[in-house]
Each structure stands twice: as structure tokens, then as C-alpha cells.
């Protein structure tokens, strides 16, 4: 059996899904989420903030719904969000 993951609106029935991993800990499904950062001690650190704003940014939004993955908006994020990005993002602790 398998089962898609990619859907916030089938939250409630994913977590109806358990799994006992190797280590004998259980999981519960939950929609896919991914999360995007550019180390501080990157090399080119403004290419770094350009990507992140082009995964993030409308347009991103749209390649990631058009690919099957609805994005999180406003993307989340937490710590040292760079100047240019925070308008694409909501601050959580």
C-alpha cells in the first residue's frame, strides 16, 4: 500500500495512518512540508538569497502547484530571515 502525502486538505486523514519504524518508534503521516535555508557561512551567499526568493516568490508558488505540490503561503520561517525575503514570510518561533 501506498499513500500520496502531498495534500494539506487530507491532513486529518493521513494522521489516521501509523507506522512502527526499525527502532520500534511510531509515526504518524502528515503532509509533506519542506524547508529551505542559506548557511551563514555560505560562499555565495547572495545566490543563496536569490534562490530562496525564487522558490518562494509567486512564481515559485505556481511551479511547485503546477508540479502537484501546493506550496505553504506565506512560507514560515524563523531566526535571521534575509531583508529581501521577509515580505514572502510569516515569522513563527
Same mark, same amino acid.
Given at each position: 500500500?501506498?499513500?500520496?502525502?502531498?495534500? +494539506?486538505?487530507?491532513?486529518? /486523514?493521513?494522521?489516521?495512518?501509523?507506522?512502527?519504524?526499525?527502532?520500534?518508534?511510531?509515526? /504518524?503521516?502528515?503532509?509533506?512540508?519542506?524547508?529551505?535555508? +542559506?548557511?551563514?557561512?555560505?560562499?555565495?551567499?547572495?545566490? =543563496?538569497?536569490?534562490?530562496?526568493?525564487?522558490?518562494?516568490?509567486?512564481? =515559485?508558488?505556481?511551479?511547485?502547484?503546477?508540479?502537484?505540490?501546493?506550496?505553504?503561503?506565506?512560507?514560515? =520561517?524563523? =531566526?535571521?530571515?534575509?531583508?529581501?525575503?521577509?515580505?514572502? +514570510?510569516?515569522?513563527?518561533?
Amino acid at each position: 500500500p501506498s499513500i500520496n502525502l502531498k495534500d +494539506v486538505r487530507y491532513e486529518s /486523514t493521513y494522521a489516521k495512518v501509523k507506522v512502527i519504524i526499525s527502532n520500534g518508534t511510531t509515526q /504518524t503521516a502528515a503532509p509533506i512540508a519542506y524547508g529551505i535555508t +542559506v548557511p551563514k557561512n555560505a560562499q555565495n551567499k547572495d545566490l =543563496g538569497i536569490k534562490y530562496v526568493e525564487q522558490v518562494i516568490n509567486e512564481n =515559485g508558488q505556481k511551479i511547485f502547484r503546477d508540479m502537484g505540490q501546493p506550496p505553504t503561503v506565506p512560507a514560515l =520561517g524563523s =531566526g535571521n530571515i534575509p531583508e529581501q525575503l521577509k515580505k514572502y +514570510v510569516e515569522m513563527i518561533d
